[in-house]
């Protein structure tokens, strides 16, 4: 049996809530995405690489701070997609390569490193077109996305944060993060049908991204 998306209807702001009120726990919703993620990855392809036991040990972290009075802020325990060409350590790199190219990405930057701090938990890295360079989300290196919108035909998921577009229209993550230079986040979010931010440049730190254009490149989210 699949279970349900922790955060359908509620949102991010209804599994805060929810938390604090020891309604749920950081990792049952984790335990969930990963479950979802195992029923239904296989068909749908968003995620390059799954980190089970880290997400757990992660989630497991907050509620322990949580039980003890610390409280990170509003993303604290939510799960997270990151487009494979953004460094987390403990986790390959491909940029949607079969070419190692981590000597252009280097390690985890300051955009995760928030992440972390803001209590986010990390299940694992979202597929990307390779070098992130394609706006249909075609994969030719490392594999294509079904999107989620139709369950029958395989249609392109759009591009290149194609996977982080997938998993947050399929309910994978509580919100995935994409990277956008001419369109790459807005893109996959239109082509699934959720929500993409092309935030302005230098707002958030592009150190340990792959870079395809770094006067241009951006970080985003994609959310339900």
Known sequence: MIPPDPLEGIGIVGFARALR???TSAEATADAYLRRID???????????????????AARAMDQLLACGIDLG????VPVAIKDIVAVDGLPTRAGSNVDVSDLIGPEGGFVRMLKRAGCVILGKTKTVEFAMGGTGIGRSRGTP????????HRIPGGSSSGSGVATA???CGFAVGSDTG????TPAAHCGVFGLKTTK???????????TPTL????????
């Open 39 to 57: 029923a239904l990855d296989d068909r749908l392809g968003a995620f390059e690489t799954v980190a089970p036991n880290a997400a757990l040990g």
């Open 170 to 172: 399929a309910g994978l």
């Open 146 to 153: 079904w999107n989620p919108c139709d369950p029958q035909i």
């Open 183 to 186: 369109g790459s986040v807005r």
């Open 202 to 212: 230098g707002l958030w730190p592009t150190d340990g991204v792959f870079p395809l």
């Open 74 to 77: 509003p993303l604290m325990g």
């Open 217 to 224: 490149d951006t970080i985003g989210p994609l959310t339900r």
């Open 21 to 23: 009120a020891g309604r």
